[in-house]
């Protein structure tokens, strides 16, 4: 493509810049071929000219599409440069704040100097299981990329993450071992993924350090190898370090600091353990106070050496030992300090009695005069003489400081090494994963050895990325068979050879320590006469000979030659070794002196005992057998060594990268320096990544992706049913130049550049759409003004025409009429015709029909009984055929599940050893029942205190109606004195006579008098007017009083209802709350009785595997069978080996642990059974009292019973007398009359008969007097209860005589308002009370009503049966009534209760002696009154024989009839045998097929028949049997449930099944308020003998437990399909586009055959649903499922949402909203809408509004901040950071609007959590659904083998 094409106009392209590095410039002027500048204009607006360069003629840098900014992939970008790269990572970290970046195959990750919230665990979960390009880059992605191709392709991994100091390497490999440790788990009982952590404290503490770049820089480089076992759980690990930074030891830079561990021993150095180290302030130490910055800010040194402690701690090393480690790095810091001074030229002396030295040689236990002598001397060894040679002072710091160094590296190889020993383990290692931390690319000011070695490994580092992204791009290229030419890259080979080559630097290096008089300088010039005019490479400076540069693959850098000697020899004098090695205090200091294979394990093990197998790392070839040749051996030797084993190790693995990237230099967060980031881009190899993918063909596209993209570019000609062939036609038209792409086997190649080509084509095109858009709805808008106009006109023309057109249409009505007149006569004529030939044809065919039908129908019927012939034989057959193939099957399937057991049994074994970490579980629960118990008795207490207030109360209002009736006295008393001075009136007129007599004497003063009336009455009137005033001010005063008064009594009550509303929904989240976490409970009980399950069936499982005594649990059903090992006899000898081997396996501390528990549980029984006693002994003490007391009463009831029997002989007498007045009438009496009504033998008979009934009514009455005595004592139990639960107290009550303020008017109102309202409510309490008392009152008159007719229904039942059937009868219908009375008092009053009971036992005796008299006396009146009236039959029927009038009828003869006895009718229970229990459960549960039974039988029928076997236990009071079978299903349900629980069918069928047994439990309880739906007869069949309320709970918490079940299986199910399903597919075909992907591709939206798209979920729904409907499960119970499951395709849905920047655009959105439409649909179909599913998909809702609403100015942001409630504040910035263009039309959202949305979304309170719980279930609840089918209608299916059950 010709250059003229590309930089047109408005061509924006990158010029170099000084400051930014690069900088945006847009072309003003078409660059034309020959022009020597550019015309540009730059973002600020001005205008510059480019000059090109006259040789070269390069154009600058093209800037890509701004779709194609801030991609997740750098290899997406169409233009691959150095600009673009920068650019990307640019807007990416500052705009939207995201770190990690893909670069091909790696990951660069900027350190953002701030904590963010994207590791919580929640985040681990979304990325575990994901494609690595199927959610935005991550430091977890690339670890479950290692992880995910570690189980796939069963090769070894590492992550290798590099970077300069202050990167965040430390942190990202740490994060990277987190994810490892959070997703693999652990394989032991050890909890290896938390040593591995663990181990990075210990670490950082004594190989970290704080330097100018980096608070916590690692100072050395590590190498962790993380194992996996078969199952791919960690196991272990394994840690290799690489030349740690000795120097910082003894010298620290300004602003840097030394070690860790140094600062935190100084920081606690007040601890009480830690006093004898004679440790002080950091600043008092010369190793701590060289940097002058001891301290960090925001680090706590005091609580990070707690941390390191703790670390030590659980990886093993133990107290004494991590004292004696303190000790070393004590001594070393008083080393430092010991001060060393001249004795002369030639030698030094240390002063005596030194305490730093004394304190130094006390810690480590050698002796004062050696140390200060071998401090100041040296050793030397000739041939023939050995002589101590003195040091001057500085040779001697020196030597002390080689000394401390020495030690401190010692101790830090102590360190790891006993770190690996703690993480190595005794399972055999299958695989490993390894993460390489170590440093970058070094360059400073003075570089000396240890940048040398920094620089050496990362050119080694550098080759091997290069030769494995070079290995990968071929690989790409051979697979997809396109032609490729070798692309140059840059190796690196020369620069390694130029350092460890023969002849090399380190070769030459260590040569020149091997000299005697070696030097750096003698070594210098080696260099330069070896080196300089030979390689290319290795330079020498100008001004300096004792330098030299190399020119790496980063940059050049001069190395300075001072120290390379002193540094590579790291030589320690011989005799301080000695020295220390003599120390017999210290046994830890001789330990870091040995050998490895002589050092012992601080945990107590020898290593390789046991079975224990080291991690296959290979060995470090730098360690020799002894300890002096150690010393000899140089630096740069052990690390060329270490590093080429590194190389071998990572060669053998799959590399995955991660590169770190400092953003700034001062540490300031998401602030981006360019220049810096650039140097570290060139330095870590990702500019070089980005160049060797441009050289080849870094776009690359599927055909599918291609077409689906660029379909806008093709004509519908062009496009044919193969894609493949479309886009190559296509293609070849729009790029002529066929070098530019490539097609492959899957996809299309492409050179740089031609992406965004495309993408300029594709905008071309919708612009030119749009603007075809524009006019043809500006030709619809002219088109339909003109079509409004032609409109009028045709109208106008409408009306005229239809005139005339009415008068046409009248005369074409006349001719039609006569015309259908006309039709109508010759139909008649014709139809008449027509139905004489039909029904001759039809007489006709009848008949052949029915001949033909007869021979048809005997063919057929022999043809059918041949068909019956072959059936049988046939199925004879295929019986015998499939009875051959069955046995074969079983057989096979006992082989496989004795496999499985085998393993399962292994499995087990491991599992067993953490069961004392349950047992730590379940101490929060107790102290949280402990916590409970408090609260309520806290509130219990509240409770006493507010009823004391309440009596407080009472009484002061009390006194006050005392003092107010006080004062009604007093104002009568008042209006008494008022009335006499009425009476006074007249006397005092008549005084005024006297007065005026008086005056008429005294005429003299009248006129004085007068003046002084005159004067008054101004006066007066003055005053007057005064006071009308006041009293205007004053009601004015009193209606703003008043007003004021109003408003606050308004606002209070609002408030209060306000006040009470929030306290309502806070009671309810709080209840709810408790029922989830009472679920969750249930939900960690059933896992640790699934463990103890387990745990048990392993220890049953190796005692049954004893060699010579094998046997099955007797209890164990036949089903069961598989799980254990005695299948056959025959296999003995197998057998015993794997007992063998089991009984090898067992874990001795595990057996003792079970052993103590079983201790533990029989003292637990034993004290049971004690306290059973005692409550025993208690209960016959008390039943003996209350015989005594029984005793006692019965002496006065026997009194109350001679009574009643005088009372009854004189009744008696009083029926004989009556019975012989009736005879005499009878006999006396031979009237016509005499046996009809009104005669005197029918009164006397209707006489005794109403005697009868009043007698009956006696004892109904004092039935009823018991029953009120009961009663009366519950009531009164109840009014005492409600004394003591009165209202509260107001608060507000105030004494009035306190008032004294100005404010008095408006306290003294609301105090009497307070007070009126304290009447109101107590005087509402009455009336409750009176309204309760007036309902049961109403109550009882309705059962006194209702219990007189049953007594009256029963008199007529006991009429009819035989005399001896009638006394059992009454009895049995009075002990039925007393016992629900009994347990009705015991439900309402248990303390009562036993007094009831006792009351009610004696009534009951009474009762039955009465009714044994009565009987006797009605059966002798009835045998007299059958005999009377058949004589009074006999006699009537003479007499009237022949007297009835006309108008009369005639009365027949009543006859006796004979009334059989109906049959007993089927009572809705099954009976069976205690032996038979098993089979029942195992035909009805653990072998029930549910498809079957929800399909053919009516939905919960094992419910039903599992409760009729129940309600006959109950019948016959069995408890034991009762007890039994409910202990039997609930097992069995357990076991169906953990044996099929992945079915969904069976945990939803279980779960319908378990919910109908618990309504039966209810529905028969007896329970007033579970029978108000009940018919009479499902009443008659409630439990009559046993209360199952505690068994109702536990059923309850079982069928919580399925209800979890069920959630989990079904989320199993939904999980693949939600984000596929919801995000990737594209519902609406064409509306998203696929945006340009990286190396990294992503799930394709279009949908192919293995892709769920949005119907696979709906039909899943539907499934889950109608299976649930088919199993008969309660309609809430399946809206509270539904509601879950929508929750799960919510929170999974929206979770993806926030992580995927891809999926953040207009279109999406538009797509979330149609899927989220379908599922609202799916509920509208289902009448689901109001059961809480909708409103749980309301964040994805707003998410998907989120991003299609307009987002640029405040009104957006307001419009936002009000519709997102749903959405937290950090959901809405990550979209609105992850929001990205799809199509050139779309703009970003800009920074300042981001943070707007901030600002007003700052006072909300809401957690900060990103995600949501995904693993969150709702609380479930059962709401009571009871039955209508009748228990008696019930049939037993044969299918379900029960026949051993007897319906009773």
Request: glycine share 4%.
């Amino acid at each position: 493509m010709a250059a003229s094409e590309l930089y047109t106009k408005f061509a924006r392209v990158w010029i170099p810049d000084a400051e930014e590095v690069w900088k945006s410039a847009e072309l003003t002027k078409d660059y034309k071929n020959g022009d020597s500048s550019l015309q540009l204009t730059l973002e600020d607006g001005s205008s510059i000219e480019h000059k090109l360069d006259p040789k070269t003629k390069n154009l600058p840098y093209l800037r890509n599409p701004d779709i194609l900014v801030g991609e997740n992939d750098l290899t997406a970008l169409s233009y691959l440069h150095e600009p673009a790269v920068l650019h990307n990572l640019k807007v990416r970290f500052i705009d939207s704040k995201l770190i990690y970046t893909y670069c091909g195959i790696v990951l660069v990750a900027i350190n953002p100097y701030e904590t963010l919230p994207i590791y919580g665990t929640d985040i681990i979960n979304a990325y575990s299981g994901q494609n690595m390009g199927d959610m935005d880059p991550h430091i977890f992605a690339v670890a479950e990329e290692a992880y995910k191709q570690m189980a796939r392709d069963e090769r070894n991994q590492s992550i290798i993450v590099s970077g300069e100091s202050g990167a965040g390497k430390t942190v990202s490999a740490k994060y990277a071992m987190r994810y490892f440790a959070t997703v693999s788990g652990s394989a032991s009982e050890a909890n290896v993924e938390e040593k591995v952590l663990a181990s990075n404290p210990i670490m950082e503490a004594i190989g970290n350090a704080k330097t100018t770049r980096n608070d916590n820089s690692s100072r050395f480089g590590k190498y962790i190898e993380i194992g996996f076992d078969n199952r791919y759980r960690i196991i272990g690990a394994n840690m290799r370090t690489y030349l740690l930074e000795k120097s910082r030891v003894v010298f620290q830079a300004d602003e840097e600091r030394n070690y860790h561990i140094f600062y935190q021993l100084c920081a606690s150095a007040h601890l009480p353990e830690l006093k004898a180290l004679k440790l002080s302030s950091a600043n008092d130490f010369l190793y701590t106070r060289q940097g002058r910055s001891p301290v960090i800010d925001g680090v706590d040194d005091t609580k990070e050496l707690c941390t390191t402690r703790n670390a030590f701690t659980l990886l093993g090393i133990n107290e004494s030992y991590q004292m004696g480690l303190f000790q070393v790095l004590a001594a070393i810091l008083h080393l430092g300090n010991v001060e060393i001074k001249d004795k002369d030229a030639d030698s030094s002396i240390i002063a005596p009695n030194n305490r730093h030295l004394m304190a130094f040689c006390d810690l480590v236990g050698v002796t004062y005069q050696d140390m200060s002598q071998w401090l100041c001397h040296r050793k030397l060894k000739t041939a023939m003489e050995t002589y101590i040679k003195p040091l001057p002072r500085l040779q001697a710091t020196n030597a002390r400081d080689a000394l401390a160094k020495h030690i401190y590296a010692k101790m830090f190889n102590w360190i790891v090494e006993h770190v690996n020993k703690a993480l190595i383990t005794s399972i055999k290692q299958h695989s490993f994963i390894g993460v390489l931390d170590i440093y970058g690319f070094e360059t400073f000011e003075v570089n000396s050895f240890e940048q040398f070695c920094i620089n050496y490994a990362n050119e080694k580092l550098q080759q091997q990325f290069n030769m494995h992204v070079f290995k990968l791009e071929q690989e790409e290229y051979m697979k997809e068979q396109i032609p490729w030419t070798l692309i140059d890259f840059y190796d690196n080979q020369p620069c390694i050879n130029l350092i460890e080559a023969k002849m090399g630097i380190l070769d030459l290096l260590d040569e020149e320590c091997k000299m005697p008089k070696g030097s750096d300088d003698s070594w210098a010039q080696k260099l330069y006469n070896t080196h300089l005019k030979t390689c290319s490479l290795f330079e020498k400076p100008r001004m300096s000979n004792r330098a030299f540069i190399i020119q790496h693959f980063a940059d050049k850098v001069e190395y300075q030659c001072d120290g390379f000697l002193e540094k590579n020899k790291d030589t320690v004098n011989e005799e301080q070794i000695n020295v220390m090695k003599a120390s017999k205090k210290f046994d830890l200091l001789v330990e870091l002196f040995l050998d490895e294979e002589k050092a012992t394990s601080p945990v107590g093990q020898a290593p390789g005992t046991g079975g224990r197998t080291r991690l296959s790392v290979k060995p470090d070839k730098s360690r020799t057998s002894a300890t002096s040749k150690e010393h000899k051996k140089t630096v740069g030797c052990q690390f060329r060594n270490s590093l080429q084993i590194l190389m071998e190790t990572l060669n053998a693995t799959t590399p995955h990268y991660v590169r770190c990237i400092k953003p700034n230099d001062f540490k300031q967060p998401f602030s981006f320096d360019p220049k810096r980031a650039v140097q570290q881009l060139r330095a870590c190899g990702v500019l070089e990544t980005i160049r060797i993918s441009a050289a080849g063909f870094p776009s690359r596209w599927t055909y599918q992706e291609f077409f689906s993209r660029y379909r806008v570019l093709m004509k519908q000609k062009d496009v044919l049913p193969d894609k493949k062939m479309t886009c190559k036609n296509v293609l070849e038209k729009l790029v002529q130049d066929q070098d530019k792409y490539q097609f492959g086997k899957t996809k299309i190649f492409f050179r740089a550049g031609q992406v965004a080509y495309l993408e300029k084509l594709r905008a071309d095109k919708l612009r030119a759409a749009c603007i075809r858009i524009q006019k043809t709805i500006r030709c619809w808008l002219a088109r339909k003004k003109y079509l409004r106009k032609r409109s009028a006109a045709i109208t106008i023309q409408r009306f005229t025409r239809g005139y005339q057109a009415r008068c046409l249409v009248k005369f074409m009505r006349r001719t039609r009429a006569a015309t259908v007149i006309q039709k109508f006569q010759r139909m008649y004529v014709e139809r008449k015709r027509y139905r004489q030939k039909q029904a001759a044809a039809l007489a006709m065919q009848t008949i052949l029909r029915a001949y033909m039908a007869r021979q048809k129908y005997q063919a057929l019927l022999r043809e059918h009984k041949a068909l019956i012939i072959q059936k049988y034989v046939r199925g004879w057959l295929a019986r015998r055929w499939y009875k051959r193939c069955l046995r074969a099957i079983v057989y096979l399937q006992c082989c496989l599940r004795r496999m499985r057991a085998k393993r399962e049994l292994k499995k087990l074994k491991i599992e067993a050893r953490s069961v004392e970490h349950f047992k730590k579980l379940n101490i929060g629960m107790e102290n949280k029942i402990m916590q409970l118990q408090r609260k309520i008795d806290e509130q219990n207490k509240e409770n006493r205190v507010i009823s004391e207030k309440l009596i407080s109360l009472e009484t002061t209002h009390t006194a006050e109606s005392e003092r107010m009736r006080g004062e009604l006295s007093r104002l009568r008393g008042a209006e008494e004195e008022a009335r006499n001075n009425a009476n006074r009136v007249t006397s005092m007129l008549e005084e005024l006579e006297r007065l005026r007599r008086e005056l008429s004497i005294a005429q003299q003063e009248k006129k004085t008098i007068e003046d002084w009336a005159q004067t008054y009455r101004d006066e007066m009137e003055q005053m007057v007017a005064e006071l009308k005033d006041q009293n205007g001010l004053l009601k004015t005063e009193k209606n703003d009083l008043n007003r004021l008064i109003q408003e606050q009594s308004q606002q209070m009550t609002e408030k209060m209802a306000r006040a009470i509303t929030e306290q309502t929904q806070q009671l309810q989240m709080d209840l709810n709350e408790e029922r989830s976490h009472y679920q969750n409970l249930l939900t960690e009980h059933r896992r640790l009785e699934d463990k103890y399950d387990d745990l048990k069936e392993e220890m049953a499982s190796s005692n049954v595997a004893k060699p010579g005594h094998r046997r099955t649990d007797s209890t164990h059903s036949s089903n069961e069978s598989e799980y254990t090992y005695n299948s056959e006899f025959a296999e003995s000898e197998e057998g015993s080996r794997a007992a063998e081997d089991v009984t090898r396996g067992i874990d001795t501390s595990l057996t003792l642990k079970l052993q103590k528990r079983l201790t533990e549980l029989e003292q637990e029984k034993q004290s049971l059974r004690n306290e059973l006693e005692n409550k025993e002994e208690q209960f016959q003490r008390a039943r003996a009292r209350d015989d005594a007391e029984h005793k006692k009463a019965r002496g006065a009831e026997l009194e109350y019973e001679s009574l009643k029997r005088q009372e009854l002989e004189s009744e008696n007498k009083k029926l004989k007398h009556d019975l012989a007045e009736m005879r005499q009438s009878l006999l006396g009496n031979a009237a016509a009359g005499a046996g009809a009504p009104g005669s005197p033998a029918y009164k006397v008979l209707l006489d005794q008969l109403n005697a009868s009934c009043e007698e009956l009514e006696v004892r109904k009455e004092e039935v009823l007097i018991l029953r009120s005595q009961l009663v009366s004592q519950k009531e009164a139990m109840q009014h005492k209860d409600e004394k003591e639960t009165m209202t509260e107290p107001s608060h507000y009550v105030e004494d009035v005589s306190k008032l004294k303020d100005s404010d008095e008017l408006k306290q003294a109102y609301i105090g009497l308002k307070e007070t009126n309202r304290l009447l109101e409510s107590q005087m509402q309490t009455q009336r409750r009370s009176y309204d309760n008392e007036m309902e049961a009152l109403r109550g009882e008159l309705q059962n006194v009503k209702e219990e007189n007719n049953r007594q009256q229904q029963l008199l007529a039942q006991n009429l009819q049966l035989p005399p001896e059937a009638r006394i059992e009868a009454s009895l049995q219908h009075e002990i039925t009534r007393l016992t629900n009375e009994n347990l009705e008092i015991m439900a309402d009053d248990p303390t009562a209760s036993r007094e009831a009971r006792v009351t009610i036992l004696r009534r009951m005796v009474d009762l039955m002696e009465q009714l044994e008299k009565q009987d006797r006396t009605i059966r002798k009146l009835k045998k007299q009154l059958k005999v009377y009236s058949k004589r009074i039959g006999e006699m009537g029927a003479g007499q009237t024989e022949g007297q009835t009038s006309p108008g009369q009828m005639v009365d027949e003869p009543i006859r006796p009839v004979n009334i059989p006895r109906r049959e007993k009718d089927f009572q809705g229970m099954l009976e069976y045998k205690k032996e038979d229990e098993l089979k029942l459960v195992k035909n009805l549960i653990l072998e029930l097929k549910p498809r079957g039974v929800a399909v053919n039988l009516i939905p919960g029928l094992p419910a039903y028949i599992l409760f009729m076997c129940l309600r006959h236990a109950d019948y016959v009071n069995d408890d034991q049997k009762v007890r039994t079978l409910l202990t039997s299903i609930i097992n069995s349900i357990k076991k169906i449930l953990k044996k099929r629980g992945d079915d969904f069918e069976t945990v939803s069928f279980w779960l319908s099944n378990t919910c109908r047994f618990l309504h039966c439990l209810k529905q028969y309880s007896g329970d007033e308020a579970f029978m108000k739906h009940n018919t009479s007869r499902q009443n008659e069949h409630s439990l009559s003998n046993f209360d199952l309320a505690e068994y109702r709970q536990v059923i309850s918490d079982l069928a919580i437990q399925i209800y979890q079940q069920l959630i989990k299986c079904m989320e199993n199910i939904l999980q693949p399909m939600i984000v596929s399903g919801m995000l990737e597919h594209e519902t609406i075909q064409g509306v998203s586009g696929v945006k340009p992907t990286g190396l990294r591709k992503r799930t394709s939206s279009i949908a192919d055959e293995g892709t769920y798209t949005l119907d696979s979920i709906l039909r899943q729904l539907g499934s889950f649903h109608s299976t649930m409907c088919q199993h008969g499960t309660d309609p809430e119970l399946i809206k509270q499922v539904v509601k879950q499951q929508f929750y799960i395709i919510g929170a999974v849905t929206l979770n993806n949402l926030l992580l995927r920047k891809d999926m953040c655009s207009w279109s999406k959105g538009m797509q979330i909203r149609y899927n989220v439409s379908q599922l609202e649909e799916w509920l509208r179909d289902k009448s689901l809408m109001l059961c809480g599913a909708k409103e749980t998909l309301e964040p994805l809702i707003q998410a998907a509004q989120l991003l299609q609403v307009k987002k640029k100015t405040d009104e957006d942001a307001e419009a936002i901040c009000s519709m997102c409630h749903a959405l937290t504040t950090s959901q809405i910035v990550k979209v609105l950071n992850l929001y990205t263009p799809v199509n050139e039309f779309e703009e970003r959202v800009s920074v300042a609007f981001i943070r707007t949305i901030q600002t007003r979304l700052r006072d909300r309170c809401e957690t900060p959590q990103l995600l949501m719980d995904t693993k969150m279930i709702y609380p479930v609840t059962f709401p009571f659904n009871p039955s209508s089918l009748a228990l008696e209608t019930i049939q037993i299916p044969s299918s379900l083998n029960l026949g051993f059950l007897t319906r009773v």
